[in-house]
C-alpha cells in the first residue's frame, strides 16, 4: 500500500464528455503527478502540481487540465474526449519537487474507456 | 529529450531460474534511472534507482541493477525467481535539470512459471 488512493476505479464515457478523476495523496505530500498509460505501453507525464500550482507538463494538449487542494487531494480533468483518451490513468504524490531526493508513490489508477 | 527502450515484451521463466530483464536509454544529458514494479491491480512501486556512486545498486527483495554509461543502459537481475516476482516491470529515466518527470519504458512481463 503507498497511501495514495484513486477514484473511481473504472468509468465509461462517450465520445466528447468531459471527465473528473480525483486522487488522495498521502498526507504532507506537496507534489502529485499525473501520467496516462495506455494499454500495453509506459506511463506518460501529463503534468505536475507542487501547493496548487503548475510545475511542468507533458505533450498534452490543453483539453487536459488539473487542480490540486490543500487538503492533499486533487484531480484530473479531460474535457472534448477522444477515443484515444482510453486509459490506465494514475497519479503518483511526493514530498517535494526533485526524483533526485523524493519518491513517488503512484496510486491503483482510474481506468477510463471511452466510447 | 530522453527514450527508454524495454525491447521484451514478455521473459518467462521458471521458478528459481536467474533472470535478466533488460533497459537501454537515450539522453543528450545525464539522468537518473528507476526501475519500477507493477502487481495485478495494484499502483507501480519503486525497486531500485541509480543517482551517482557506485553502478551496482540493490533492492531489499533481491532484485540488483547495473548502470553502464558507455552502453547507455539499466538491466535488472535477480539470481533465483519466485512465483511471487511475476509483475510488470518498468524501467524509467529522469533528466537531471528537469528531474520532476519520469519516462518510462513500454514494460516487460515477467512471468515466473513453478
Known amino acids: 500500500e503507498t497511501g495514495v488512493t484513486q477514484s473511481p476505479t473504472h468509468l465509461i464515457k462517450t465520445r466528447g464528455q468531459q471527465v473528473t478523476l480525483r486522487c488522495s495523496s498521502q498526507?504532507?505530500?506537496?507534489?502529485v503527478s499525473w501520467y496516462q498509460q495506455a494499454l500495453g505501453q509506459g506511463p506518460q507525464f501529463i503534468f505536475q502540481?507542487?501547493?496548487?500550482?503548475?510545475?511542468g507538463r507533458g505533450n498534452f494538449p490543453p483539453r487536459f487540465s488539473g487542480l490540486q487542494f490543500p487538503n492533499y487531494s486533487s484531480e484530473l480533468n479531460v474535457n472534448a474526449l477522444e477515443l484515444d483518451d482510453s486509459a490506465l490513468y494514475l497519479c503518483?504524490?511526493?514530498?517535494?519537487?526533485?526524483?533526485?531526493?523524493?519518491?513517488?508513490?503512484f496510486g491503483p489508477g482510474t481506468r477510463l474507456t471511452v466510447l | 529529450a530522453q527514450s527508454v527502450t524495454q525491447l521484451d515484451s514478455q521473459v518467462p521463466v521458471f521458478e528459481e531460474a536467474p533472470v535478466e530483464l533488460r533497459c537501454n536509454y537515450s539522453?543528450?544529458?545525464?539522468?537518473?534511472l528507476f526501475w519500477y514494479v507493477q502487481y495485478p491491480n495494484q499502483g507501480l512501486q519503486l525497486l531500485l534507482k541509480?543517482?551517482?556512486?557506485?553502478?551496482l545498486v540493490k533492492s531489499i527483495n533481491g532484485f540488483e541493477a547495473e548502470f553502464n554509461k558507455s552502453q547507455t543502459s539499466f538491466h535488472l537481475r535477480k539470481p533465483s525467481v519466485h512465483i511471487s516476482d511475476t509483475a510488470e516491470y518498468f524501467c524509467?529515466?529522469?533528466?537531471?535539470?528537469?528531474?520532476?518527470?519520469?519516462?518510462f519504458g513500454s514494460g516487460t512481463r515477467l512471468l515466473v512459471r513453478p
Open positions: 539522453s543528450s544529458v545525464s539522468v537518473y
Open positions: 498526507s504532507g505530500h506537496n507534489t
Open positions: 524509467a529515466v529522469s533528466s537531471m535539470d528537469s528531474s520532476y518527470k519520469l519516462i
Open positions: 541509480y543517482l551517482s556512486g557506485s553502478t
Open positions: 503518483a504524490s511526493s514530498l517535494g519537487l526533485t526524483l533526485s531526493t523524493d519518491t513517488q508513490y
Open positions: 502540481y507542487y501547493r496548487e500550482e503548475e510545475n
